[in-house]
């Protein structure tokens, strides 16, 4: 076979191509990895020293929530902070510490709904100091889940805040359930529980949050990235064969 001209040029603009594409899926990552771990501040003041009103930022979280954001709501939450679910969820009520069990938390319950419509009401909050404010209300929820059907749920909510780096954070949060239904588990598993993976502690399966909860939120968009370089870089590359068939001009 003999090197033609035009086989050599596309073997010279092959390793660009490559970093072209490098690039592209490096950007993508670095872009997605800034969205998604940033930590959440006060969009009232988010570089101001004096506290805001922390109602804006519950006003916030339920926002999130309602955007079913997996991470939305876990930017919310202290390094260190402690959740506690209580009331008569079939295996559910536990204390999750700590942002990466919080996120697995909303990842296997808020993560699988398809829709959500949460209101809050009878808000209170009291001041322990000026950086230190405790909020409640009851949390009224109305979901349809991919696993669980219809759900409806009335919730108690406690959370403390601490105002840092700009923003408020929740150090420790009680979500305390007076009345939880689901039109698939309830009937199935004869007792109410949110999510599947504590329903299998009722059938003596272990009802630990793993960790492919949380890869199928984050992996996603890194998946969906590198498609999208890999399909630039085989543009790129049919591109450059068409240029290199036409005649040169004389």
């Known amino acids: 076979m003999r090197w033609t001209p035009a086989r ?4 010279k603009l092959a390793p660009l191509v490559v970093l072209v ?5 490096a950007g993508a990552y670095v ?3 800034s969205k998604s ?3 959440h501040s006060s969009t009232a003041g988010g570089s101001s020293t004096s506290p805001t009103p922390v109602q804006d930022t519950v006003d916030e979280y339920i926002q999130d929530l ?3 954001s997996v991470d939305g709501l876990t930017s919310f939450y202290a390094s260190n902070a402690l959740v506690l679910w209580s009331g008569e969820l079939g295996g559910l009520q536990g204390r999750y510490t700590g942002t990466q069990q919080i996120m697995l938390l909303y990842g296997a319950s808020i993560g699988k709904t398809t829709a959500m419509n949460a209101t809050a009401s ?19 929820m109305h ?3 991919t696993v669980a059907g219809v759900l409806n749920a009335i919730i108690n909510v406690s959370q403390e805040w601490l105002w840092g780096n700009g923003g408020w954070q929740i150090s420790k949060e009680t979500w305390a359930y007076t009345l939880f ?17 504590w329903g299998y502690e009722l059938k003596g399966g272990n009802p630990n949050l793993v960790s492919e909860k949380s890869f199928e939120w984050h992996a996603g968009p890194y998946i969906a990235a590198s498609v999208y370089a890999f399909l630039f870089g085989v543009a790129a590359i049919c591109a450059l064969r068409l240029m290199s068939r036409r005649p040169s001009a004389r």
Not at 8 to 11: F, H, L, Q, R, V
Not at 21 to 25: D, E, F, K, M, S
Not at 122 to 129: E, G, W
């Open 8 to 11: 050599a040029g596309i073997s």
């Open 21 to 25: 594409v490098i690039l592209v899926a």
């Open 31 to 33: 872009f997605l990895s």
């Open 37 to 39: 771990t940033s930590p």
């Open 66 to 68: 309602n955007d079913r």
């Open 122 to 140: 009878n808000y209170t909050q009291s001041a322990l100091t000026p950086t230190d404010q405790n909020a409640t209300f009851t949390l009224v």
């Open 143 to 145: 979901a349809n889940s």
């Open 181 to 197: 239904y689901s039109s698939q588990l309830t009937d199935e598993l004869g007792t109410p529980t949110t999510f599947p993976q």
